[in-house]
Each structure stands twice: as structure tokens, then as C-alpha cells.
């Protein structure tokens, strides 16, 4: 069974910066794109980032135009990991983050990711 198990969230002023970890357990991550979702208060869940697989695709990354510059998603298959590295952080940018997964390539639309992550909250405030 997949499990995915976020963590490094927490509180920091703006301006700072946070790393999430994604660990995966359950599947072969090699095989497996990992996006990173967000849900701030009332407000809608939307994609964050979104790493490819390297077997099977070529571990292409996308970016949400918001987090563009500012975040870096990145994979290491060996430590069933992957990582958000998240700088120049906004109050805009508080919300719950989760990892999903599906097979090799990234998908615009959450419904095609098939396992998900418990979350971890993210708070930027001064």
C-alpha cells in the first residue's frame, strides 16, 4: 500500500525559507511523479509543483506561476524522498502542503494522482 508522509513545515517569519520532505514508502518511487499541493483557509487546494520520474520520463519539473523562483521541488530515488525547498517565503504562501503521486508524468488536475499525504502545515507570519 502507498504511504506518503510529509514533514519540515512549521512557522517562519516572511522573507525566510522551509523544506518540506516527502517520504514515500509502499512503491517504487523510481517509477513516479510527486507533486506538492497546498490548501490555504478557505480557499481552494491547488498544484504547487510537480516533479517527473527518471525512469520512464526525463524528471521534468513544473512550477506554479506564484511559487516560480522561489521554490525548488527535487527527487532522490535512493532515499524514497522528495523535497521542497522553499525560499523568499510570503503569508500568501500559508497553507497545508501535501505530497501525491501517479505513475511517471505530472498532471494539471489532482484527480489523476492517486496517493496522498497526510499534510503539513506551512505558516509565514510576522
Known amino acids: 500500500q502507498a504511504q506518503l508522509v510529509e514533514s519540515g513545515g512549521g512557522l517562519v517569519q516572511p522573507a525566510g525559507s522551509l523544506r518540506l520532505s516527502c517520504l514515500v514508502s509502499g512503491f517504487t518511487l523510481d517509477y513516479h511523479a510527486i507533486a506538492w499541493f497546498r490548501q490555504a483557509p478557505g480557499k481552494e487546494r491547488e498544484g504547487v509543483s510537480c516533479i517527473e520520474s527518471r525512469v520512464g520520463s526525463d524528471g521534468t519539473t513544473v512550477y506554479a506561476d506564484s511559487v516560480k523562483g522561489r521554490f525548488t521541488i527535487s527527487r532522490d530515488d535512493a532515499k524514497r524522498t522528495v523535497y521542497l525547498q522553499m525560499n523568499s517565503l510570503k503569508p500568501e504562501d500559508t497553507g497545508v502542503y501535501y505530497c501525491?503521486?501517479?505513475?511517471?508524468?505530472?498532471?494539471?488536475?489532482?484527480?489523476?494522482?492517486?496517493?496522498w499525504g497526510q499534510g503539513t502545515q506551512v505558516t509565514i507570519s510576522s
Open positions: 501525491a503521486t501517479r505513475g511517471y508524468f505530472c498532471s494539471n488536475d489532482e484527480q489523476d494522482f492517486g496517493s
